[in-house]
């Protein structure tokens, strides 16, 4: 599902200014993540973020980031040409990056010329018990697909255990160490460790289980975190993933989850997210 985009105001912060641009988009599954990341960041003007809600799952989470990023990045060259700021050639890279279909960053990318500087994976998820609890936030070091791979009669194979690719991409260490600092200075409980992304919301205890075998240091579970951070990494910039927790990972049980509570969370997270970028 996808919506329009909205957007309040930031400015640059130091890590990241050098790519050129001063715009994050943050890309949620549903409107209800969208709405509360938007209360969070408040409604002065727009000038830094663009938030949308790409839909559940990996794929849509994918599809959805980079057809945003391509054509804000193409919009954006296309209005540096008519005010004479930008060269002919930098558009058509910009506009060939959506097609790029090769490994690696696309075309046009990677090099200062996308719209965005910063791509934020946020919503709501589940919390393996222990590491994450219910109300309390994540922001990931790591976003793993975790059942990315093939089943084998000696179990589970990875795509990396594969040689077909990668099924993890990092976070920005510095900005997510920056994060959790400060919303921990605000009093939240906030952790580390990586954040799976499945197809699949895990509804028992062995699937649990066996996502902590294959991510012992799994702490949330989300079902968008990857596509969107895969996507990010194709036009060569650097992703976050932030998780409010709704539910324990493991046995489905709809009567405990706590849905308004991690919508909340991330709300407070967001307006925090804001301080962190344009201090």
Request: charged share 20%.
């Amino acid at each position: 599902m996808t919506t329009r985009n909205d957007t309040v105001s930031a400015q640059n912060i130091s890590p990241l200014e050098l790519r050129g641009s001063s715009r994050v988009l943050i890309v949620t599954a549903v409107d209800a993540e969208k709405d509360a990341i938007m209360r969070g960041l408040g409604d002065q003007a727009a000038e830094c973020f663009d938030v949308i809600a790409a839909g559940v799952g990996p794929a849509s989470a994918a599809a959805g980031t980079a057809a945003a990023i391509a054509f804000a990045t193409a919009a954006a060259s296309a209005r540096g040409l008519a005010q004479g700021t930008a060269a002919p050639e930098e558009l058509d890279a910009a506009q060939g990056s959506a097609a790029s279909s090769g490994p690696g960053p696309a075309r046009g990318t990677g090099n200062g010329s996308s719209a965005y500087r910063l791509v934020i994976s946020a919503g709501i998820g589940g919390g393996f018990p222990g590491r994450a609890d219910v109300g309390s936030l994540v922001v990931a070091d790591a976003m793993v697909a975790a059942d990315l791979g093939s089943q084998t009669p000696d179990g589970f194979l990875s795509v990396d255990e594969l040689g077909f690719g990668s099924s993890r991409v990092a976070a920005d260490a510095v900005l997510a160490a920056r994060l959790r600092h400060e919303l921990q200075r605000a009093g939240l409980t906030v952790s580390g460790g990586t954040a799976v992304t499945v197809s699949t919301a895990t509804g028992t205890a062995q699937t649990a289980a066996e996502l902590l075998r294959r991510v012992p240091d799994a702490a949330a579970e989300g079902m968008e975190g990857f596509g969107v951070a895969t996507a990010a990494q194709q036009f060569g910039l650097p992703v976050l993933e932030l998780r409010g927790i709704s539910n324990a990972v493991g046995p489905r049980d709809r009567d405990a989850w706590r849905i308004k509570d991690a919508l909340d969370a991330l709300q407070t997270a967001s307006s925090i997210l804001r301080e962190v970028i344009t201090s």
